[in-house]
């Protein structure tokens, strides 16, 4: 039996427990449940790309027997070159959510209170790429700022920071 999961205190939007009970709000959405989360690897589309690779090749079997029309090997080259750009767009991720916060932190011109690392992908073959937004440690946070770190080699890819205007909210 899985213990439930352990509950923070945070500041930010305040939603009565009554009215969160009443949504069902799931503990994946809300802020103050603190669970494991995985980012899954990409490198999975690989074997994605192997069942591309087994229907071209019933598709090939059922041609070589004569139950399906020549023309059919059509579909086996189409299944054949979508499962080759799964296997090169299959890229093993090596830099982490955590190497990245800190790879940002050290790029990013200021001290960073609030991060938060998202996983893009970038060109035809789909490079893995975090995008990590971070807000400075003053309260409230004066600066915020975007860096982009590759997910294979840990390089800083671009940073962008910006003052964050007073506004009456």
């Known amino acids: ?5 352990r509950r923070v205190r945070r500041r930010g939007i305040e939603i009565d427990r009554e009215v969160a009970g009443a949504a069902a709000m799931p503990d994946d959405l809300d802020a103050e449940v603190l669970h494991p989360h995985a980012v899954p690897d990409p490198q999975r589309r690989r074997r994605a790309g192997l069942v591309f690779v087994a229907a071209a090749a019933l598709i090939a079997a059922g041609i070589a027997l004569g139950e399906l029309p020549v023309l059919m090997w059509l579909a086996v080259g189409l299944l054949l070159a979508i499962a080759a750009y799964f296997r090169v767009a299959g890229w093993h991720l090596v830099v982490w959510e955590g190497r990245a916060l800190e790879v940002a932190n050290r790029a990013i011109g200021f001290p960073v209170g609030h991060a938060s690392a998202t996983l893009g992908f970038i060109g035809w073959r789909s ?6 937004l971070v807000f400075s440690a003053d309260d409230p946070p004066s600066r915020r700022g975007l860096v982009r770190v590759d997910g294979i080699d840990g390089t800083v890819v671009e940073t962008y920071d910006e003052e964050i205007p007073p506004g009456p909210w």
Not at 1 to 5: E, Q
Not at 127 to 132: A, K, S
């Open 1 to 5: 039996m899985t213990s439930p999961p």
């Open 127 to 132: 490079r893995p790429i975090w995008n990590v």
